[in-house]
């Protein structure tokens, strides 16, 4: 089981049978959850609902700081587990003294990992688009959203040191576990990195 890295309580399961049902009443109650996917990463997700579609739904993501941090949009159908957090009455408490109130995105596309990244792109310059990975789980590649194919997205990259890749690259959406936007480390990313320059086509990129 992943273990939890919010104070440890009581458990309260949601009473909704099937986990979509479980994310609705979670949403609905406005609770600070953890949510497990056990088959694609061994740590828990925590935040909140504050999105839910057919097959796809969005959290407002809280950090060990007890702060929000970013959005992540997740597959219902790799989702395992869903709690209401143990350490509920900490969480809400330390984010009222942090003066941190739920995010709300009201218009968020959540139909398909297109209109989630196009949605994700609207909001805030940088996106992180999550594949799937079978050794790491999901590796994270960032950078600014410039278009979609009929069956991937085309993203140009920045790295670690905030330097804009000189092309593009295209992400199948089978291969997607998820898509984060709007953490700190993004912002903060996309102020030092600047204006990406305009890609090079392939063609005129080094043979490597």
Known sequence: MPPKHH?????VQF??????????????ARVPVQIARSQISPGWVHGYVIGLAAEFCLIAEVS??????????LA??????????P???????????????????????LTDWQTIAESAAHATPMISLNML??????????????????????????????T???DTGAYEFPGIGSIGFGTQYML?????????????????????
């Open 188 to 208: 903060l990313l996309a102020k030092i990195a600047g204006m990406p320059p305009v890609p090079l086509p392939p063609e005129a990129m080094p043979a490597s």
């Open 15 to 28: 009473r909704g049978r099937g986990t979509r049902a479980q994310l609705r009443e979670a949403m609905d």
């Open 87 to 109: 350490g509920r009455a900490f969480v809400e408490k330390a984010l009222e003294l942090n003066g941190e109130a739920i995010p709300q995105l009201p218009d968020f596309d």
């Open 7 to 11: 104070h440890e309580g009581n458990v």
């Open 164 to 166: 804009w890749y000189p």
């Open 133 to 162: 990975d079978e050794e790491n789980g999901e590796v994270s590649y960032i950078g600014r959203l410039v278009g979609a194919e009929h069956d991937g997205l085309i993203l140009q990259e920045v790295d670690p040191n905030a």
């Open 64 to 73: 060990d700081a007890m702060q929000f941090d970013g959005f992540l949009a």
């Open 76 to 85: 219902i159908g790799d989702i395992d587990m869903v709690e209401q957090d």
